[in-house]
Structures are given as C-alpha cells and as structure tokens.
C-alpha cells in the first residue's frame, strides 16, 4: 500500500515563504504524476501545481510565479516552495501521486498565512 505524507506546514506571514515536502512509501514507485492541492476554509479542493515524471509542470493561475514544485524520483518525493504568500494561501495542502489509474492521496497539512 502506498503512503503519502507531508510535512512543513505552519503559520508564516504574508510575503515569507515556506516549504512543503511529500513524502511517499510503500511497494508503488515511479508515479507519473505527482502534484499539490489545497483546500482553503469552506472552499472546494482546487489544484495548485502538477508536475510530470518527466519534468512538466503545470500551475494554477494564482500561484504561478510564487510557487515552485519539484519532485526527486530516487526518493519518491515532490516539493512545493512558497513564496511571496498571501493570507488567500491559506489552506490545507494535500500532496497526490497518480500511476496508472491509481490516484493516492495525503492526509494534508495546514498552511496559515496571516500578521
């Protein structure tokens, strides 16, 4: 069974920065896409960034030039770097790994941004 967690959600202020990881374990490897959601207070789960196994990303309008995702094969693992964030950032962030028709899916961590 293929486990997702993530780590180095917090609280940080508008225009700091903050870094997320995904971490990924279990007997699945080489995903095909791994990317970043979020899900801000009393809003539906929206896309944030994707990135493919071969280095294709893809981000949502309101993040794109702030944020930057990564993803490091050897270790089954994606990132997501924050910058300039805005208190509209504010969400639970989840991390999400397809192979195939396989969809896994983090338990999420929470992303304050505010003064």
């Known amino acids: 069974q293929v486990q997702l967690v993530e780590s180095g959600g917090g609280l940080v202020q508008p225009g700091g920065s903050l870094s997320l990881s995904c971490a990924a374990s279990?007997?699945?490897?080489?995903?095909?896409?791994m990317g970043w959601f979020r899900q801000p207070p009393g809003k539906q789960r929206e896309l944030v960034a994707t990135?493919?196994?071969?280095?294709?990303?893809n981000y949502a309008d309101s993040v794109k030039g702030r944020f930057t995702i990564s993803r490091d094969d050897a270790k089954n693992t994606v990132h997501l770097q924050m910058n300039s964030v805005k208190p509209e950032d504010t969400a639970v962030y989840y991390c999400?790994?397809?192979?195939?028709?396989?969809?896994?899916w983090g338990q999420g961590t929470q992303v304050t941004v505010s003064s």
């Open positions: 279990g007997s699945m490897s080489g995903f095909s896409t």
């Open positions: 999400n790994a397809v192979l195939r028709t396989y969809n896994f």
């Open positions: 990135i493919t196994r071969g280095g294709s990303t």
